[in-house]
Nanobody
């Protein structure tokens, strides 16, 4: 499956932004999806996870209550709704997918995802 991430941009602190991850080549509802991000000079970090249809949803503590991951299966798309963004949310955001669900303790491991999008830049000004 090929993933295409989009929706990034320059926003101000407190604004909202919605990222999209569109899948091509497979039925996306059969894949678990994760969002990760990499800030300048930092390691890639887990942001959010959504299992296959009926699967679980998990968030990093740093975004819990502000970000929401959701699926639009008819569009083969997974969204990351980002509300109340902060300057520390500035990063390149990547979506990733795998054909089976993960347990909670494993969702943050990028090595367990088989497919990756190209990334979309989010910049939050203070």
């Amino acid at each position: 499956v090929q993933l295409q991430a989009s929706g990034g941009g320059l926003v101000q602190a407190g604004d909202s932004l919605r990222l999209s991850c569109v899948a091509h080549g497979r039925t996306f509802s059969n894949y678990a999806v994760g969002w990760f991000r990499r800030a300048p000079g930092k390691e890639r970090e887990f942001v959010a996870y959504r299992g296959t249809s009926g699967g679980s949803t998990y968030y990093a503590d740093s975004v819990k209550g502000r970000f929401t991951i959701s699926r639009a299966n008819a569009r083969d798309t997974v969204y990351l709704q980002m509300n109340s963004v902060k300057p520390e949310d500035t990063a390149v955001y990547y979506c990733a997918a795998r054909p089976r669900n993960l347990v909670m303790s494993a969702v943050g491991r990028p090595d367990l995802y088989d497919f990756w999008g190209q990334g979309t830049q989010v910049t939050v000004s203070s």
